[in-house]
């Protein structure tokens, strides 16, 4: 369970750590947080390698910036292989 949780600590800003956040997009990154508060779920899509990710670790940071405490995100991506062993929503 510890390797798993050191895992997930890389990708995440818990503590000090502040993962890349790529070429700053502030227009969708924007349009995107300001949907935040009504309690629906967002989706990202597109072709693969096109910032999505990116543009998800730039709304975490908005978050933190904004008050919500790093501890309450948790970011995943499901690509990396460190993130395998998430199969169902109880695997951790």
Not at 23 to 49: C, H, P, W
């Amino acid at each position: 369970m510890n390797d798993r949780f050191e895992k997930l600590k890389k990708y995440n800003f818990w503590g000090d750590n502040m993962p890349t956040t790529g070429f700053i997009r502030n227009e969708y990154a924007d349009k995107i947080y300001s949907y935040r508060g009504n309690r629906l779920i967002k989706v990202l899509v597109g072709q693969r390698r096109v910032g999505k990710s990116y543009i998800l670790r730039q709304l975490v940071l908005k978050l933190i910036e904004s008050g919500v405490d790093k501890k309450n995100i948790f970011f995943v991506n499901r690509e990396l292989s460190d993130f395998d062993f998430l199969q169902k929503s109880r695997s951790f």
